[in-house]
C-alpha cells in the first residue's frame, strides 16, 4: 500500500513533469507556468486531465 505523502509525491511529480514539457512545447507561458506550477503543488489537481482542463477554463492553453 501506498501512504498518503507518497501518492501525493507520485502525484505532483508527473504533474509537474507534464508542466514541464507544456513548457517546453510552448504550449503555455513562463508565467502560466510558475502560477500553475503554485497551484498544483497546493493539491488543487487530481490529475494531468484535471490540471489540462484548468489551463483550457483558464484560456491559458496557447492554440496552434
Do not use: C, P
Not at 507534464?18 to 503554485?38: C, D, G, H, M
Amino acid at each position: 500500500t501506498v501512504s498518503q505523502k507518497e501518492a501525493w509525491m507520485i502525484r505532483i511529480r508527473s504533474l509537474r513533469r507534464k508542466l514541464r514539457e507544456f513548457k517546453a512545447n510552448r504550449i503555455i507561458t513562463e508565467s502560466n507556468y510558475s502560477k500553475v506550477y503554485r497551484i498544483a503543488g497546493s493539491g488543487r489537481f487530481t490529475s494531468i486531465a484535471d490540471m489540462e482542463r484548468f489551463l483550457k477554463a483558464h484560456d491559458m492553453w496557447r492554440k496552434r
